[in-house]
């Protein structure tokens, strides 16, 4: 849903419709998660509920996860070799 909204703003309606295999309920339900933690805004338009990625708490997410770059960059490898481990070299 983020990644649809990096292309600019949507309605509800819109998202659906980028979105195969999700119902209008179900993208409505994300859609009020993500405002309520503040990824996404919401603007009346004629009637309509216009949504649109708030770069402010994207960036706060990235605040957050900048604390756990080091694990991931200290170990970059390491999904590979689980993988190959656990799968006997098949990903």
């Given at each position: 849903?983020?990644?649809?909204?990096t292309?600019?703003?949507?309605?509800?309606?819109?998202?659906?419709?980028?979105?195969?295999?999700?119902?209008?309920?179900?993208?409505?339900?994300?859609?009020?998660?993500?405002?309520?933690?503040?990824?996404?805004e919401?603007?009346?338009?004629a009637?309509?509920?216009?949504?649109?990625?708030?770069?402010?708490?994207?960036?706060?997410?990235?605040?957050?996860?900048?604390r756990?770059?080091?694990?991931?960059?200290?170990?970059?490898?390491?999904?590979?070799?689980?993988?190959?481990?656990t799968?006997?070299?098949?990903?």
């Open positions: 849903m983020l990644d649809a909204l292309e600019g703003e949507r309605t509800a309606g819109g998202l659906v419709a980028t979105l195969p295999g999700l119902t209008q309920p179900t993208v409505s339900r994300h859609l009020r998660v993500l405002r309520e933690v503040g990824l996404v919401v603007r009346p338009d009637g309509r509920r216009i949504y649109a990625l708030r770069a402010d708490g994207l960036a706060a997410v990235d605040t957050w996860l900048e756990y770059l080091r694990f991931w960059s200290a170990h970059p490898d390491a999904l590979e070799r689980h993988l190959h481990d799968h006997g070299g098949t990903e």
